[in-house]
């Protein structure tokens, strides 16, 4: 039986990274991965430009049922520790918003370069190469590979969540997990387009394809979410960054908290009684996109075409109040098929902090996605998965 220090099951973006900070310190480490092709989705994210980290990560853009967990790896290897690596492997890149930062180029050249310090580490990498069963002796761990058995004296799961099945997501590393007793927070779609009945939809249809501005709100204490973000109108239901961000937060049968005006729409309103003889329709569309306000103001019985002076100050303010404080319950999410990431996952009660160990079998490890971390949009995510696979790659 082939023996190595470390088997990393995973190639993703935290496996890839931990195997090669690991070789590089020396130790002889094995790279296993399902799937035909490495690193699927740093290949597909940011539009094909990979969004690898955020200048400004910090813990408080991650959630988890255990939200102080992430601090310690996040300190010890942060987003200008992953920017000098990629500056050494002379990566262009770009801002484009709010600390998120895309290659200029290609994520080709993300993967290139992971791929490169894997190189450098003497990594032996074996993909595609299925994990059909895992054993834990007095000293290793024994794995049954597709291309045979082997041994390691540690193992490191970074085999993610189930988001975007079709790029070959599976529950593999929770079923490992429960394998060795591990708890399992349930698993749930995040940075996902959300879903409405039908019906209650209906009305709002036609705006597909609408993009604006708007202030979001969703959960309650701890677990509660406010962004400011563009909001996406869909055939379904409501994408964009605002909506992608706040379903993280949102849960079955709980409301969204929309503002789309600005939070003085009341009062320009009421100046525009006494001032102006605009219609009401070309008055509101001077503060959200005119298709919104002609679908808005029938839910009032309120013409679009009645001059300012006409109305009522009380339905005036009717009117702010429901654009400043739109409220409405989801039916559902567009499920793993749309979702960026998976909320959920390992139970970091259950690991170390500094190393991302096992509290409950010596020489076990979680890292990346399939443990109960969860970034914001933006390229929180992958700093996770860069900070808790040197946290990891450092300790084995």
Sequence with gaps: MEQFDVVVVGAGAAGLFCAGVAGRRGLRVLLLDHAQKVAEKIRISGGGRCNFTNRDTTAANFLSDNPAFCRSALARYGAADFIAL????????????????????????????????????????????????????????????????????????????????????????????????????????ALVPLTFDALAWAPFAALAGLSMPVTVESGSGRDKGRFQEDLLF?????????????????????????????????????????????????????????????????????PASRPMPELRDRDLARLADSLLHWQLTPSGTEGWRKAEVTAGGVDTRELDSRSMESKRVPGLHFIGEVVDVTGWLGGYNFQWAWASAAACALAV
């Design 234 to 302: 869909t055939h379904r239901g409501l994408s964009g960054p605002a909506v992608l961000q706040i379903s993280s937060y949102w849960r079955p049968g709980h409301a969204l908290n929309i503002a789309l005006a600005d939070a003085g729409l009341a009062d320009s309103l009421s100046a525009a009684k006494a001032a102006s003889k605009r219609q009401l329709g070309n008055e509101l569309a001077l503060h959200l996109p005119g298709r919104l306000a002609e679908a808005w103001l029938p839910r009032f019985d309120l």
């Design 86 to 189: 990629v500056q050494r492997h002379g990566i262009a890149f770009h801002e484009k918003h709010r600390g998120q930062l895309f290659c200029d180029d290609s994520a080709e050249q993300i993967i290139h370069m992971l791929l490169t310090e894997c190189a450098a580490g003497k990594v032996e990498h074996r993909q595609p190469n299925a994990v059909h069963a895992v054993r834990h002796g007095a000293e290793c761990f024994e794995l049954d590979t597709g291309a045979g058995p082997v041994s390691a004296r540690k193992l490191v799961v970074a085999t993610g969540g189930l988001s975007i099945p079709k790029i070959g997501a599976t529950d593999w590393g929770y079923r490992l997990a429960r394998q060795f007793g591990h708890k399992i927070v349930e698993p749930r779609p």
